[in-house]
């Protein structure tokens, strides 16, 4: 297992169009998560899911933004109608447990978003 | 709501001098806590939790309840520390974790 994959690496597009990326994450990790990140800034939660259930979506999130995780194996994150404020660092990580509280998550590289 | 503080942007040490990351929390509940360490061209991973208890890398930090801190300490940093410190929150009765805005550390030779 070469752990949690993210696609694209980079993404450029114009204001306006929609984006979406990808997350791989370890095969048997049940938990999902995305993050945002800005320049000096740390990771930011946007939502997670627990096995296909989306069980958390933070309330900064635009409606713009939507995840999914069929069948609870790989996850999308779409970003429709781009802004200038939604370039950042897209990350995942997987990590495995059952119920609340924190297990050690497992990141992937960031899928970068530049919005010309 | 929970928080994480990281009050240092940016620390800097010569090689073999101790080395402390501050990080110091807001939460009602129980936290539990994690350092994450970002070296240059590579992902975020995990350095240490503190329900492990262990030191990794010569790297410890202890809980400290009274305070609300959590933070990292190792006693001779090296060239190889350099790098970007997350400490992050999950609370347990949440599935939402923080993370504080980071610190760079940068080990001089």
């Known amino acids: 297992d070469t752990g949690v994959s993210q696609n694209p690496r980079h993404k450029i597009t114009k204001r306006g169009q929609n984006v979406t990326f990808r997350c791989d994450p370890i095969s048997e990790h049940n938990r999902l998560y995305w993050y945002r990140q800005t320049l000096g800034q740390g990771p930011e939660f946007l939502t997670y899911?627990?096995?296909?259930?989306?069980?958390?979506k933070s309330r900064l999130l635009s409606d713009r933004f939507s995840a999914e995780r069929p069948k609870g194996s790989f996850s999308t994150l779409e970003i429709q109608r781009t802004e200038q404020g939604d370039s950042a660092m897209y990350l995942c990580?997987?990590?495995?447990?059952?119920?609340?509280?924190?297990?050690?998550?497992?990141f992937g590289d960031g899928t970068r978003l530049s919005i010309l | 709501a929970q928080r994480v503080t990281q009050p240092e942007k940016l620390l800097s040490v010569f090689k073999g001098a101790p080395v402390e990351l501050k990080c110091n929390y807001s939460y009602s509940g129980s936290p539990e806590l994690f350092w994450y360490v970002q070296y240059s061209r590579q992902r975020l991973q995990l350095l240490l939790r503190h329900i492990s208890r262990e030191s990794i890398k010569g790297f410890t930090a202890d809980l400290n309840k009274g305070e609300t801190s959590f933070h990292l300490k190792k006693p001779f940093a090296q060239e190889e520390d350099s790098a970007m410190y997350y400490c992050?929150?999950?609370?347990?009765?949440?599935?939402?974790?923080?993370f504080g805005r980071g610190t760079s550390l940068i080990v001089h030779p």
């Open positions: 899911f627990q096995n296909e259930a989306q069980l958390e």
């Open positions: 992050a929150l999950s609370g347990r009765g949440s599935y939402i974790p923080t």
């Open positions: 990580a997987s990590s495995l447990g059952t119920g609340k509280g924190g297990q050690p998550q497992h």
